[in-house]
């Protein structure tokens, strides 16, 4: 993992002279394009869930009931590639609403899995997938509406805004998103050994 920046997202609360207090973390996550398995992953921390729920604020997940990425967010996992309209408002959102952006992930990193679909333009890929065979949907009006339109070509996240951070992994392992994210959260440098920095 490496990290562009060294910012600490500790924030320390006003209070009384001499009596400085610490704020918890904002920490959100995001699932783009991908299969939810670093997300799957992240809850494999088990126990120290516990610990990372006693540090942290989780303000915006799909594992939470949250429709809208807040404001002041500390620290942001963003799982999956970008690959749809509504991703790209996503990620534009999250990087102007958060301290640190984290890609989460093979897909976050590199496009991965999510990105095969690159070699296939899209009119041909969405008329092989939705619009052949038994039971086609017809193209135009309002069903083409009702997912989001896919973009041309399938993106990392940082060929889309700056990142500060990578976990690679597919998925991660628990621990080393542990290593990574308790250091992130100390606002010190992650420091992954060697066998956590490969892919796959």
Same mark, same amino acid.
Request: a negative charge.
């Given at each position: 993992m490496?990290? #562009?920046? *060294?910012?600490?997202?500790?924030? @320390?609360?006003?209070?009384?002279?001499?009596q400085? #207090?610490?704020?918890?973390?904002?920490l959100?996550?995001?699932?783009?394009?991908?299969?939810?398995?670093c997300?799957?992953?992240?809850?494999?921390?088990?126990?120290?869930?516990?610990?990372?729920?006693?540090? %942290?604020?989780?303000?915006?997940?799909?594992?939470?009931?949250?429709? @809208?990425?807040p404001?002041?967010?500390? %620290?942001?996992l963003?799982?999956?590639?970008? $690959?749809? %309209?509504?991703?790209?408002?996503?990620?534009?959102?999250?990087?102007?609403? *958060?301290?640190i952006?984290?890609?989460?992930?093979?897909?976050?990193?590199?496009?991965?899995?999510t990105?095969?679909?690159?070699?296939?333009?899209?009119?041909?890929?969405?008329?092989?997938?939705?619009?052949?065979?038994?039971?086609?949907?017809?193209?135009?009006?309002? @069903?083409?509406?009702?997912?989001?339109?896919l973009?041309?070509?399938?993106l990392?996240?940082?060929? %889309?805004?700056?990142?500060?951070?990578?976990?690679?992994?597919?998925?991660?392992?628990?621990?080393?998103?542990? @290593?990574?994210v308790s $250091?992130?959260?100390?606002?010190?440098?992650?420091?992954?050994?060697?066998?956590?920095?490969?892919?796959?």
């Open positions: 490496t990290q #562009s920046k *060294s910012e600490n997202p500790k924030k @320390t609360a006003g209070g009384k002279k001499g400085g #207090s610490t704020q918890k973390v904002r959100a996550t995001v699932w783009l394009g991908g299969c939810s398995g997300h799957m992953s992240f809850l494999d921390l088990d126990e120290r869930l516990i610990d990372l729920a006693a540090a %942290v604020d989780l303000v915006y997940s799909p594992i939470a009931d949250v429709k @809208t990425f404001e002041d967010v500390d %620290v942001v963003v799982e999956g590639a970008v $690959a749809n %309209v509504d991703h790209l408002e996503l990620a534009e959102q999250l990087r102007e609403r *958060s301290k952006v984290v890609s989460f992930g093979d897909c976050a990193v590199t496009g991965n899995v990105s095969l679909r690159n070699k296939i333009p899209v009119d041909d890929l969405l008329t092989k997938v939705y619009h052949e065979g038994p039971g086609a949907v017809p193209r135009g009006g309002e @069903t083409d509406k009702v997912v989001p339109a973009i041309p070509r399938v990392p996240l940082h060929q %889309v805004i700056p990142v500060d951070a990578f976990i690679p992994g597919c998925p991660p392992d628990p621990e080393r998103i542990w @290593t990574a $250091a992130l959260l100390a606002g010190e440098p992650v420091v992954l050994e060697d066998r956590m920095r490969k892919f796959g």
